[in-house]
């Protein structure tokens, strides 16, 4: 039916002749204390100006019946109603009381009558004879949901004034939500507004969902005031329509917080006339409850239901004889038009003060909500909400542009030398008394936001960890999460379980744990510390060198023909009496002679000899050079005797006990650590008495410097020492890394302003330059342990100089190779001159030839050539068995 009236009203399509009665009866009911307000005005004023309409209802004029009621009077409101029914109107409107309107409600349901509301309906089921312009309460649930959500409200309070209030909210604090709130319920009234405030701000819940009757919003606003809950920290998020109604200027310059919604765009042109008119209207009547600049909710959608109402009789005209309303409350006998009538209404599709208006089933499902948030001047539209497409936000810096609150922050800080330094002396009061490295960006980032501060110690003196046994967090963290301070400001961690309690900026300095030890004594000068420029391995095997040489040199000779030489000088051929220089002694003498740099009077003649002695002295050069530059080294060298080289070092040992800060983040690093090692560290830092936790850095160093304790600390505090005392030094590498930033309460909204300052200081060199000023620029720092960084001397290993060893052995090889050459060429000569000699094999020639040579041992004289050995047996000539024979023939044909 619905359907079908609204085709015919398109297409235009008349289903019978129009008809409308020349005067059509309307009643309406207000509460006495909406006599003479902006609602009746707007109720008068709309059928004024429809009457005065000759396009809107031409032939019909709209009567009307005002009745005032009081409220919680539902008695005589049914009362009322009945007498405007009995007078014969065709629809009711009002009242915005929620519970008298369901009352009113029930009768115009009875008799068929339209009953055109402007109240929140708590109820969400279909009324038939309603037709209601306030949006539904789930829409307007989600519309705060979305809010709220944009705003990453955690933790909410909600103040509501009467039961009511609360029905209203219901959907909002309603558990399984898209949201994870955290919300407190406080019922109200102007006498406990103070109080409940208060218990809010002990509380220290700042985001506070307000739902107060408008009556009463000046209480409310006060106690806000008294209590000073007026400043940026406190986000208020109003439920009423009509926040551009009240007095918010002690709110402008406090930079508090304050949301809310209105369903009248003022600024839109239509409005402003409709709301010049009605002022107009309102002199003509006496009456002084509105002005040009603005008009409450209820009295817009007042005007707009009295709108939509001529709309649908206009709608209705075309197509509808529209019958007289002639029933009664005394038989209950509904009225056979009304029905006809609603569903027309309910077709209307309008653009009121109240925005674009749609129906479906009597309930709103069109309107457009602007979202409006305090500035400093007013109160101004940051964002607009349409049922279906959420909230569109179009100022993002109302909510989280500190920049142009010229606030003063409570900074909490902690000592630490040169992070944050303390002038003593009563020269030094407030922010002048600080001084440091975070200091120096403190005053830059504030320059750069625009805020000003107030510097105090954590009183905890502690950086902040949490404790896992009560839950409860310590140090400057606390502060942070009880809103104590606005920012932390030191050498402060950024690590996982502080960020999800507390806010960081981007991080302004970059570290990890490393180990503070102190410098170990010098290594105490050996007896055989000569031995330390080459490794004991690189000395064996100069040693085996040694050997293998001298004996090659030994063979190689004793097989190479032109190491034998005429003892007498005579001709060789004739006088077969040689001798060889390479005995085995004068082989090993040779190659320690040069080994020594020394020489010996042994020159090799043959090629095998000298390449054997060439390598040699090659060897012997490189070895000896880099034996003499790496003892140069060990002798200008402090050795350090270092019990610990790393942390596996220190986690494998019980006798030197290590710690870290107390409650600091090198402290929760190790507790928290899934790495077997860390684990380990733990268990033993945990379990050691006396404490190997120090409750201040300086107390760490004091405790390093005594001795026997190793203090795991943070890289730049340990650099900032160990350049300033030579008796400390780094162990190890890190064994972390992580960065310091400003931390600040969680959803701060300075946090990014700061984090853009951190990250153009650090781009334009400035965060360098400020590192410089105070890590590098100051006279303290330790020579001597410049010195020693770079200079730690090695012995020489296999890795060094292991190719010289290869090279010998090449060598080696070379002159084994080279000497049989020598010897065949020789052995194949002689056989050519002694043509008559037995054919024998150069391998067993040679064979004998070492034979001879060893058994001879330092004999000088060559079988092969068949010279006589006399010298090693005087009376025997030592002939290989394959020479036996000749040598047997020329002795006998010789005798
Ligand atoms: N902090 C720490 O835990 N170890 C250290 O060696 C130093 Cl110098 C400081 C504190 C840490 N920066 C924190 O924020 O907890």
Same mark, same amino acid.
């Given at each position: ?8 009203? %398109? ?115 279909? =009324? ?532 870290? %800060? ?8 190790? =507790? ?224």
């Amino acid at each position: 039916m619905e359907l079908m009236m609204k085709i015919v009203f %398109l297409l235009g399509l008349p289903m019978k002749v129009p008809s409308l009665p020349p005067v059509v009866k309307i009643g309406a009911i207000f509460t006495e204390d909406q006599r003479n307000s902006s609602s009746e005005l707007a109720f008068k004023f709309a059928i004024d100006e429809i009457n005065k309409d000759k396009t809107l209802l031409p032939h019909t004029v709209l009567a009307y019946d005002i009745q005032y009621v009081s409220m919680n009077d539902s008695f005589h409101a049914n009362k009322k109603v009945c007498h405007q029914v009995q007078f014969g109107v065709h629809s009711i409107f009002g009242p915005s009381d929620p519970l008298l309107g369901t009352h009113i409600h029930s009768i115009c349901d009875a008799l068929d009558i339209p009953h055109l509301e402007i109240r929140l309906d708590s109820e969400n089921d279909v =009324r038939e004879f309603s037709i209601n312009l306030h949006p539904a309460q789930n829409l307007l649930s989600s519309a705060f949901e979305d809010v709220m959500i944009f705003l990453n409200w955690t933790r909410i309070a909600v103040v509501y004034e009467d039961d009511y209030g609360l029905m209203k909210l219901r959907e909002l604090v309603r558990p399984s939500r898209n949201i994870q709130l955290d919300i407190h319920l406080r019922q109200a009234n102007p006498e406990s507004y103070w109080s409940v405030l208060m218990d809010i701000k002990k509380k220290e819940i700042h985001n506070i969902v307000v739902d107060t009757r408008a009556s009463n919003m000046h209480h409310f606003l006060k106690g806000i005031l008294q209590l000073q809950m007026n400043d940026y920290k406190y986000h208020y998020l109003f439920t009423s329509f009509d926040m551009e109604t009240f007095d918010l200027e002690d709110f402008k310059y406090n930079f508090v917080n304050m949301t809310a919604f209105r369903i009248v765009d003022i600024e839109d042109l239509s409005v402003k006339e409709v709301l010049r008119n009605m002022v107009k209207f309102q002199s003509s009547k006496g009456t002084r409850t509105l002005n040009f600049s603005y008009i409450q909710a209820e009295a817009a959608l007042m005007y707009d239901s009295v709108l939509v109402f001529a709309v649908g009789l206009q709608m209705l005209e075309q197509s509808h004889f529209l019958k007289f309303s002639n029933v009664s409350c005394d038989n209950a006998h509904p009225w056979d038009g009304g029905l006809s009538l609603i569903n027309y209404i309910n077709a209307v599709e309008w653009k009121g003060l109240s925005g674009p208006i749609e129906f479906k089933e009597g309930r709103r499902i069109r309107f457009k909500l602007d979202l409006l948030k305090l500035k400093q001047h007013a109160l101004v539209k940051v964002g607009e909400w349409h049922p279906g497409s959420g909230v569109n936000i179009t100022d993002h810096d109302a909510f989280f542009d500190p920049g142009v609150m010229n606030a003063t922050l409570v900074v909490t800080t902690i000592l630490e030398t040169p992070y944050v330094m303390m002038h003593s002396g009563k020269n030094f009061t407030g922010n002048n008394r600080f001084y440091g490295f975070c200091i120096d960006i403190l005053e830059r980032v504030s320059q750069e936001v625009g805020f000003d501060y107030l510097l105090d110690l954590v009183p905890d003196r502690k950086y902040g960890a949490h404790d896992q046994q009560t839950g409860s967090w310590n140090g400057m963290v606390r502060q942070l999460i009880q809103h104590k301070a606005d920012l932390a400001v030191g050498s402060m961690t950024i690590n996982y379980a502080r960020e999800s309690v507390i806010d960081f900026t981007k991080p302004f300095m970059n570290l990890g744990i490393s180990i503070l030890f102190k410098v170990s004594r010098s290594e105490q000068a050996k007896l055989f510390s000569f031995m330390n420029p080459l490794a004991t391995d690189i000395w064996l095997y100069v040693l085996s060198a040694y050997v293998l040489v001298s004996v090659v040199m030994f063979i190689v000779a004793k097989l190479s023909p032109p190491e034998w030489a005429n003892i007498n000088n005579s001709d060789v051929k004739k006088d077969r009496n040689m001798e060889n220089q390479f005995s085995l002694s004068n082989s090993f003498w040779f190659t320690v002679g040069t080994l020594m740099q020394q020489g010996s009077d042994l020159n090799p003649k043959a090629a095998s000899t000298r390449i054997v002695g060439g390598v040699w002295w090659f060897f012997t050069l490189i070895i000896i050079s880099s034996y003499t530059a790496n003892l140069a080294a060990f002798l200008t060298v402090e050795r350090m005797i270092t019990p610990i080289e790393n942390a596996e070092d220190l986690a494998g040992q019980t006798e030197i006990p290590y710690g870290t %800060l107390e409650s600091g983040s090198t402290m929760t690093f190790f =507790r928290d650590s899934m790495i077997e090692t860390y684990k380990k560290m733990w268990r033993f830092m945990e379990n050691r008495q006396p404490t190997v936790f120090m409750p201040t850095y300086e107390d760490g160093i004091r405790r390093v410097l005594e001795g026997n304790y190793a203090f795991l600390m943070e890289s730049t505090m340990l650099d900032f020492v160990v350049q300033r005392d030579c008796n400390l030094t780094q162990i190890g590498g890190l064994l972390d890394s992580k960065g310091y930033g400003i931390a600040t309460p969680k959803g701060s909204p300075w946090k990014d302003k700061i984090s853009l300052v951190i990250l153009e200081l650090q781009e334009k060199g400035e965060m360098q330059m400020l590192y410089n000023k105070w890590w590098r620029n100051s006279g303290e720092t330790c020579q001597r342990n410049e010195k020693k960084k770079g200079s730690k001397a090695n012995s020489l290993g296999v890795d060094n100089i292991g190719g010289v060893f290869v090279v010998l052995l090449g060598g080696l090889c070379l002159a084994v190779f080279v000497c049989i050459l020598e010897f065949w060429y020789s052995s194949t000569k002689y056989k050519k001159e002694f043509s008559r000699a037995p054919r024998q094999s150069v391998c067993s020639e040679m064979g004998s030839e070492l034979c001879f040579a060893l058994k001879c041992r330092g004999s000088r004289q060559r079988p092969a050539l068949r010279r006589q050995c006399s010298k090693c047996l005087p009376d025997v000539t030592y002939v290989p068995t394959e020479f036996k024979n000749l040598s047997h023939r020329s002795q006998s044909r010789a005798n």
